[in-house]
């Protein structure tokens, strides 16, 4: 075989591993998270992973149901994280911090009441942009800087942390991970695939629930001298 069917046989390779469900939440690649873990199956996900690889696919649930999930409860798109710590709870369950890696396409589950596990395919991501991605960007960051202020969701850390990154996935990724939106919304920016379509979905979102929450300020000289009273009349005024 030449060196190009190699890869191509190389990238439709399929894989597998256990897989931990989340529900009511989605942890987007290139960030860290704790979960807390009490179903059987989610347990020994991990403590499989923890033998081997130290990997799970992370699943995401389409409902909040506590029992056991089934494949058309199951978004078809998961992300592949690294076990960075884990502790038992005193109750049965477990506690993990995980990194994100990666996204991945689940194309089939093997759903057991002791274990989970998914066959998967590693996916692209398409970062070509042109020249008004440029505009789009600053844009984009305005509208994430006037979210996050809204919102008190990101310190100066936090914030300088992104501007650090390289990576434009990783940096999309991130910025993702900040919105407050619903969990089908957060499901579509995951399963973008193009950089300039996650960008602009992220630009209408950031847009969107920014004139949905404006701020409402009052700027007051003097305020040590204001009483009970006046502080309750001053509550309406927003200008």
Request: aromatic share 6%; proline share 3%; with cysteine.
């Amino acid at each position: 075989m030449t060196e190009q069917e190699n890869l191509l046989v190389e990238q439709v390779v399929t894989k597998r591993k256990p897989v931990v469900p989340l529900r009511g939440m989605l942890v987007y690649p290139a960030t860290e998270t704790h979960l807390d873990l009490g179903r059987k199956f989610s347990v020994q996900a991990v403590q499989t992973a923890l033998r081997e690889e130290e990997e799970v696919l992370l699943a995401f649930q389409k409902n909040i149901d506590g029992g056991l999930p089934t494949e058309e409860t199951l978004y078809p798109i998961g992300v592949i994280a690294k076990i960075r710590r884990s502790i038992s709870l005193p109750v049965d369950g477990m506690r993990v911090v995980v990194r994100a890696e990666r996204r991945v396409k689940i194309t089939q589950f093997d759903i057991q009441e002791e274990m989970i596990t998914a066959e998967y395919e590693e996916m692209s991501f398409d970062t070509a942009t042109d020249d008004g991605f440029l505009v789009q960007q600053r844009v984009l960051k305005a509208a994430f800087e006037d979210y996050v202020k809204r919102n008190n969701r990101l310190n100066a850390e936090g914030l300088a942390k992104i501007q650090e990154t390289n990576d434009l996935e990783d940096r999309l990724n991130m910025i993702s991970s900040f919105l407050n939106v619903s969990l089908a919304e957060k499901y579509e920016l995951l399963a973008q695939d193009s950089a300039m379509e996650k960008a602009a979905l992220l630009l209408e979102l950031f847009i969107r629930e920014n004139i949905k929450h404006p701020i409402d300020c009052v700027l007051i000289d003097e305020c040590q001298f204001l009483k009970k009273h006046h502080v309750q009349e001053l509550v309406e005024i927003v200008d």
